[in-house]
């Protein structure tokens, strides 16, 4: 049986968030092909063997005119099943006219207040008639690829200093200060992730530390980093996707939230949330613009010390 599966976001942090999800219709349906709207996805995902393929789409999902030309690069793949997790009647309209059999969507038009794990957890549930959906699932790393990474001996972790968007980043001082402070208590390695655009602050960083115990993965790929995450101890750091792969290799992943709905660090054992005091969780939101200095080093280290 040929089954699909519809991600309909751009964010790798997203759509790591629903790979327990594609495992689970892989488990009844057989290794699936990921259609997803992130072009890096599949470097995560290569040698997991629920997963068939990983089809990067940059076209023809944004405009209403584009369905014939969406169904057309649904037919393609023959597909008996789908399962389209976003509550889009263009995607679903799509598959229709594409001759696929067996649609399975979220309710049409009920986009308003999506929280991603819980809508994501009730659909796979309807929808392969299953109870208690596992919200988190192990990522698949290939043993063999990890021999070459030769990392540092002491206890290692990942700094995600990295984001999305200025406005969830705790901010490169406050990761050297917490860095300093690490270094009173304990020996420790650190991998700073971020992106090759934010190398300057990776530099920034590490010109600040004086054991010159830190270096930056600003020019690694995401197929890279996961190793480096693999062979790590914890991930401290900024919403970004690092957390996501983290805690689903069983790190525990402490993430900062400034600017990001309680949502997508909702579905892990291993996630747990700092934010600044006296804010509700549940009313933090893309735009709320929290003062990074609400959050200080000493709350990050008191909240980490029983993991170190």
Known sequence: MKTGIFLSYVGL????????YCHQVAKKFGPVTVITLCPNFDKVLKDDPSIKEVIYL?????????????SNFLKKFNFDAIFIFYPSFRHYLASKIAGIKNIHHYPLFIKKNLHLVNAAKNFVEKSLKIQNCPTETNIFVNKNKIKKYKLNNSKKIILGIGSSGPTTRWGYDNFASLIKKLNQNGKYYFYLLCGSNEENGAQKIINQIKEKNCESLSAKDVSEIMHYIYLSDMFIGNDSFGHHIACQMNKPSFVILLDSPKAYSDYSKNQFRIFPPGVDINKITHGSNLNPESISVEMIFN????FI
């Open 58 to 70: 940059d076209r023809y999902h944004k405009k209403f005119f584009e369905i014939l030309n969406l």
């Open 13 to 20: 942090g997203a759509n790591l968030l629903h790979l327990s």
């Open 303 to 306: 909240k980490i010390k029983d």
